[in-house]
Structure formats: structure tokens, C-alpha cells
């Protein structure tokens, strides 16, 4: 049983930045595909990016090229850097792990995933 808590959020200016953290423990994050998502009042939960234990990367068009996803399995970490933030990244943002260690990151990795409680952010223009 993997437990994660985000941490990061905040209230920020459009143009700004912020990096979330996500700490797991219970188990390893090493080898679990790893993901954040968000959701914003009355939107439907969407996924921003996921890294893969090789740190193969995906993102969505909406956050490509100003988001970063990293990892550091030494920590037990997830990281989200986040930069040029604009409203409409105004949500709440979720970190997701794998229930299984498959190493890579495929369609079923993030199915039923275990779930942090979210972290809220929030960007005014």
C-alpha cells in the first residue's frame, strides 16, 4: 500500500511558478509509472503528464513546455515544476502511482491508481 501527500499549492499570479511535491511512503515508488492529475469545479479530473521508472515523459497539450514531471526514487519523490502558470491551471492537483511496478507506463497503469488527497492551485490574472 503506497500512501501520497502533495504539497506545493498556493495562490499565484499569472506568469508565476510553482513546483509540487508529492512524498509517498508505504512501499517504493521505484519501478511504478507515476503521474499528476487536476481537476478543476465542474471539469472532469484530467491528466497532466506521467513519467515511467526510465523517466520516459508525456504531457498534455495544454502544459507542454511549461510543465515539468520528474522523479527521485531515492527520496521516494514526485515533482511537478511549473512555470508561465495561466487561471486556467487553476484546479486541484493529484499525484497517481501505478499499484504495480511494470517499470513502464501503459494504458492500465493509471486506471486504479493510488491516489494522494490533492494539493490547490490557484492563478489570478
Known amino acids: 500500500q503506497v500512501q501520497l501527500v502533495e504539497s506545493g499549492g498556493g495562490s499565484v499570479q499569472t506568469g508565476g511558478s510553482l513546483r509540487l511535491t508529492c512524498a509517498a511512503s508505504?512501499?517504493?515508488?521505484?519501478?511504478?509509472?507515476l503521474a499528476w492529475f487536476r481537476q478543476a469545479p465542474g471539469h472532469e479530473r484530467e491528466r497532466v503528464g506521467k513519467i515511467s521508472d526510465y523517466s520516459g515523459k508525456w504531457y498534455a497539450d495544454s502544459v507542454k513546455g511549461r510543465f515539468a514531471i520528474s522523479r527521485d526514487n531515492a527520496k521516494n519523490t514526485l515533482y511537478l515544476e511549473m512555470n508561465s502558470l495561466k487561471p486556467e491551471d487553476t484546479a486541484m492537483y493529484y499525484c497517481?502511482?501505478?499499484?504495480?511496478?511494470?517499470?513502464?507506463?501503459?494504458?492500465?497503469?493509471?486506471?486504479?491508481?493510488?491516489w494522494g488527497r490533492g494539493t490547490q492551485v490557484t492563478v489570478s490574472s
Open positions: 497517481a502511482a501505478d499499484r504495480y511496478a511494470r517499470t513502464y507506463c501503459y494504458e492500465s497503469s493509471l486506471v486504479s491508481p493510488y
Open positions: 508505504g512501499d517504493t515508488l521505484s519501478g511504478r509509472c
